[in-house]
């Protein structure tokens, strides 16, 4: 069975820029999670998106935002890009019932000239 | 608020036993989480812990206590590909709504 995908694992982009970064989940799993771990810090929460609802949000700034597709997959899209969002961008899935594990996909790694 | 502690690095030679701590302090508990992380991967679930106890699964064991809101990640027979992070996670909210990371703990397992 295939685990998370995400792409493209790895972006340069310079300040003020935007991008888009892509997670496909585990099939069968309803739930995303999008974790930001930047250099030295841990992973913390961005988004979650369930059943194409974004349903919690972290201590992000709007500019960070996504979307959950019918098909489960989901994009995670970070506006006027700034230095300090240079980081790995992690994505997990969970299934629909009763089940607390996240599977993590291998991660988008961004850097902000 | 919510914080997670554990430590930054740890070193164990080939073959040994070692134990990774976590201690938390979470506005909520609804479970307590391990991963591992080899450099450049993505973090793969270790173990799930949601009552107080041991969980033993292999050379790995997990350990909860809730009253004192403490974890440790115990590692038998230490082989040189356990060399990785090891991150502690707690659920702080029922419903599944996100994830709460330490830092992470780098191990190093040295022939």
């Known amino acids: 069975e295939a685990g998370v995908t995400q792409s493209p694992t790895h972006l340069i982009k310079t300040r003020g820029q935007q991008v888009t970064l892509r997670c496909s989940p585990i099939s069968g799993h309803t739930s995303v999670y999008w974790y930001q771990q930047a250099l030295g810090l841990g992973l913390q929460f961005l988004l979650w998106?369930?059943?194409?609802?974004?349903?919690n949000r972290g201590n992000f700034p709007p500019r960070f935002s996504g979307r959950q597709f019918p098909n489960y997959s989901s994009e995670l899209n970070v506006n006027a890009l700034e230095l300090e969002d240079s980081a790995l961008y992690l994505c997990a899935s969970r299934e629909r019932e009763g089940r607390e594990t996240q599977y993590f996909g291998p991660g988008t790694r961004l850097l902000v000239l | 608020g919510q914080n997670i502690d554990q430590p930054t690095e740890m070193t164990a030679t080939e073959g040994a036993i070692v134990q990774i701590n976590c201690t938390y302090q979470?506005?909520?508990?609804?479970?307590l989480f391990w991963y591992q992380q080899h450099a450049g991967e993505a973090p793969t679930f270790l173990s799930y812990n949601v009552l107080d106890g041991l969980e033993e699964k292999g050379r790995f064991s997990s350990f909860l206590s809730r009253s004192k809101g403490y974890s440790y990640l115990l590692l038998k027979e230490l082989q040189m590909k356990d060399s990785a992070s090891y991150l502690c996670a707690v659920s702080p909210q029922t419903g599944f709504q996100k994830l709460v990371f330490g830092t992470g703990t780098r191990l190093l397992v040295s022939p």
């Open positions: 979470t506005s909520g508990f609804n479970g």
């Open positions: 998106y369930d059943e194409g609802e974004e349903r």
